[in-house]
C-alpha cells in the first residue's frame, strides 16, 4: 500500500477541485492464458453444464458461456508455478455472439489491464486474513465482565432465555475470526502501470499492476478476483494524480 494526492473530482463534495489524501494498494495483474471454453443450459430451471464448446454443440440449448482460463503467479514475479484456473463468464447482448467470441480468444492470451482501463469501479473479492480461533471479545468487540462478576470475564452474560430452550444466531459466541470469502464493492481505479503519470518503485511484480484506491483483503500473495463493479452505473475516467508515493512502506 502506499498514499497518493489526487483532485477531488466529485462535485458534490466541498473539496471538489482542491488536493486529496487517499491511501492506494497495488494489485499485480498477470495475463489471462486462455485454454478452453466450457457451456452451460438450464434444465427445469437447474443449470447443467453441456460440455465443452464443440462445433456440434446446439446453440438453442445454451444459456451461458464461460471461458476458461489460467494465470500463472511466476508471471508476476511469485515463486509459485502452478497456476490458477477459474471459469469467467461472457456475459454480452447473445449467446450466439458470445459463442463466437469465445471461439476467437480460446489459445489466446489476454491482457487484464484491456480491461480494467474502461472500468471507472471494480469489486475485488478475496479471502481474508486469517485469526484462528477466537473470543468473542474480540470477535465481536463485546464489552469484559467486571473482574468479580463470575468465573468468566471475557464471555457473554447470557446465552438466551429459558425459554425457547435454545441459542438464537444473535448471541456472540467463539469460533473461527477471518480466513472467510469477502466482497469489496466499489473500489475505484486510479490508474495501472506504464501509464502516464504512474511510476512506482514495486521492484517484486514482473507483470502490469492496477492501482487501486484504498485497501483489499487478505494477506500479500494471495489471489484475489477483480471484476466489473455491480452497484455502480456510470464509469468515471480516472482522476487528476498529483502525487504517488510509497515511501515507508515495504514493497
Known sequence: MGHAIITDDKESTPNFGKPLFVPFTVVAIPPMHVVDARVYGLYDGYRINLGKLSDSLDISKVNEVRAVVDVIPKESGFSQ????????????KDVKA????????????????DFL??????????VTKGKGFQGP????GIKRKQHKSR???????TIGPWHPASVM???PRAGQMGYQRRTI????VLGLSKEPGISLPVK???SDYVILMGSVQGPKGRPLLIRKAVRVEKELKPPSILNLSLEGIKV
Open 81 to 92: 508455478k502452478k497456476p490458477y484456473r477459474l471459469e469467467i463468464p461472457v456475459s454480452g
Open 98 to 113: 458470445d459463442v463466437e467470441y469465445v471461439k476467437k480468444i480460446v489459445n489466446q492470451t489476454l491482457q487484464p489491464k
Open 204 to 206: 517484486k511484480v514482473t
Open 185 to 188: 464493492y466499489s473500489l475505484r
Open 169 to 171: 444466531y444473535t448471541v
Open 137 to 140: 471479545v474480540k470477535r465481536f
Open 117 to 126: 482501463s474502461k472500468w471507472g469501479y471494480v469489486d475485488v473479492i478475496g
Open 151 to 157: 468465573k468468566s470475564v471475557r464471555a457473554v452474560g
